[in-house]
T-cell receptor, first 117, second 109 residues
Framework: EAGVAQSPRYKIIEKRQSVAFWCNPISGHATLYWYQQILGQGPKLLIQFQNNGVVDDSQLPKDRFSAERLKGVDSTLKIQPAKLEDSAVYLC???????????????FGPGTRLTVL | RKEVEQDPGPFNVPEGATVAFNCTYSNSASQSFFWYRQDCRKEPKLLMSVYSSGNEDGRFTAQLNRASQYISLLIRDSKLSDSATYLCVVNGGTYKYIFGTGTRLKVLA
């Protein structure tokens, strides 16, 4: 079974530039997450989708970050304009999101390592 | 107080040692608890879920203490390959998971 795919794997940009990340979750997984992981810290949830609807985006800096999941499958995360503090690994994860179960294991993609200069 | 707190370590232990990590959580309504493992420059992967009665998987034992709001992970007979960061994860809502900072473990030869 194919895992969660992310691209690009690495990106270097200058501050104030724009960048976009792409994620393709495991087939059939209804829930998709974007996390930001700064070096030495645990992943921090940015946004969570259930199918193509947003469940939680309370920690997404909406003045510069945006995300969409059209058709409930692939997702893109965009930063515009980037700041130095956005340097981090951006992880996409997916889970079945089956209602009635307390927990659905999350499967993570390899991440996109962003460096903002 | 952070929602999920872990000692960042590092814990440096010799091969064969037993090591234990704790993780405290603030939301008493949390229902699900997990340990993930993250290798350097890799993505997190589920190590084990933590059940109310405690559970064991080979050399790994997880415990939950609801009264004191913490979970623990015990690793027996540590191997060099156990060197990684161990992330505590707590369910904070419908399909929502809150990660701790992680505890770094280095097993020394």
């Amino acid at each position: 079974e194919a895992g969660v795919a992310q691209s690009p794997r690495y990106k270097i940009i200058e501050k104030r530039q724009s960048v976009a990340f792409w994620c393709n979750p495991i087939s059939g997984h209804a829930t998709l997450y974007w996390y930001q992981q700064i070096l030495g810290q645990g992943p921090k949830l940015l946004i969570q989708f259930q199918n193509n609807g947003v469940v939680d985006d309370s920690q997404l800096p909406k003045d510069r970050f945006s995300a969409e999941r059209l058709k409930g499958v692939d997702s893109t995360l965009k930063i515009q304009p980037a700041k130095l503090e956005d340097s981090a690994v951006y992880l996409c994860a997916s889970s079945l999101g089956t209602s009635g179960r307390v927990y659905n294991e999350q499967f993570f993609g390899p991440g996109t390592r962003l460096t903002v200069l | 107080r952070k929602e999920v707190e872990q000692d960042p370590g590092p814990f440096n232990v010799p091969e064969g040692a037993t090591v234990a990590f704790n993780c405290t959580y603030s939301n008493s309504a949390s229902q699900s608890f997990f340990w993930y493992r993250q290798d350097c420059r890799k993505e997190p992967k589920l190590l084990m879920s933590v059940y109310s009665s405690g559970n064991e998987d080979g050399r790994f034992t997880a415990q939950l203490n609801r009264a004191s709001q913490y979970i623990s992970l015990l690793i027996r007979d540590s191997k060099l390959s156990d060197s990684a960061t161990y992330l505590c994860v707590v369910n904070g809502g419908t399909y929502k998971y809150i990660f701790g900072t992680g505890t770094r473990l280095k097993v020394l030869a």
